[in-house]
């Protein structure tokens, strides 16, 4: 729900004020929060009613007649796990919050039911080679690999279009033809495809100098090796909300040294950590940039998106940091493609 910030009041609003505030944004709920956006409780429309029955007056505090702990999901819960909450609950909405409790968005029935359409243009960088799985690779592309029931690329432009999206550009290279082949105008998917046909190879930013014009909104640009269930429109609603100029997906990554690391100074051990872990915030190959980063984009040269977050840096501009917390998989290696075919039918079912 775009509006949710409009459903947001503190613990002091009388009932009168939150329901001059249910009636405004139309949800049939107000979510009450500290001075920190941490969610205290809800007011139902259905609970002022109760509460008014009961004899409460309307200027009673709203804490006096909320409910305190209300059913909520994370944000990193994906659409799915979302929608099966809300059936099971038996609730219309549902407060998302992040690691800290706090509010970032409102997951309504309506969200489900009426999926916006979404203006913003989806980049899919299919192009590589996919030397890692070159026995894979050999006659067919890596986005047009089988994953479950069907091409890992038609699995990544279905996300997005279930989402709202309904312009995409792809990247093609190699073996492009059998990428056009398969999706055409993308029509049979309800979407509009066009691509980007590189001669060369341009690297994980580069295509984005082929665009046939400058857009108005911010553009959406993915890898095509990521199985996710990542909320995009959220993503961008929040690039759009922090008036960035770029938007890294990011998300943790972990790896453990399989030896007892020595701490030493001048020949002398201090102390030995047995097989620490160690902990990285790392790029999820996903990302949000507004029209102005394209400029920065050198045309039909190799680029990759590192070097343009490092130029826009550089530059003073504003990038961010969008959390990845749900599934996600990056398809590089033999092993991780078998993992996505494990667990493809439980994830995307």
Known sequence: MKSWKNALIGPATSLRMALETINQVGCQIALVVDGNGRLLGTLSDGDARRALLDGRSLSTPVT????????????????????????????????????DGIVVGLETVDDFLNTPERDEWVVIMAGGLGSRLSELTHNTPKPMLQVGSRPLLETIVRGYADQGFRNFYLAVNYKAEQIEHHFGDGSELGVNVHYLRE????????????????????????NADLLTKENYTYMVDQHIDNEADATMGVREYEMQVPFGVVMERDGHIESIEEKPVQRFTVSSGMYVLSPCALDLVPA????????????????????????????WLDIGRLPDFERANLEFDEVFR
Do not use: W
């Not at 082929?210 to 108005?216: A, G, T, V």
């Open 300 to 327: 039909n040269q190799f680029f990759d998106m590192p070097s343009l977050f490092e130029a826009m840096v550089g530059k003073g501009m504003r990038t961010r940091c969008h959390r990845i917390n749900g599934y």
């Open 199 to 222: 001669q060369k190879r341009l690297g994980t930013a580069g295509a984005l100098s082929l665009l046939p014009s400058r857009p108005d909104k911010p553009i959406v640009v993915t």
């Open 64 to 99: 006096a007649v909320m409910h305190a702990t209300p059913t909520c999901v994370s944000e990193s819960d994906d659409r799915q796990a979302r929608l099966v909450k809300m059936r099971r609950c038996g609730v219309h909405q549902l407060p998302v919050l992040d690691r």
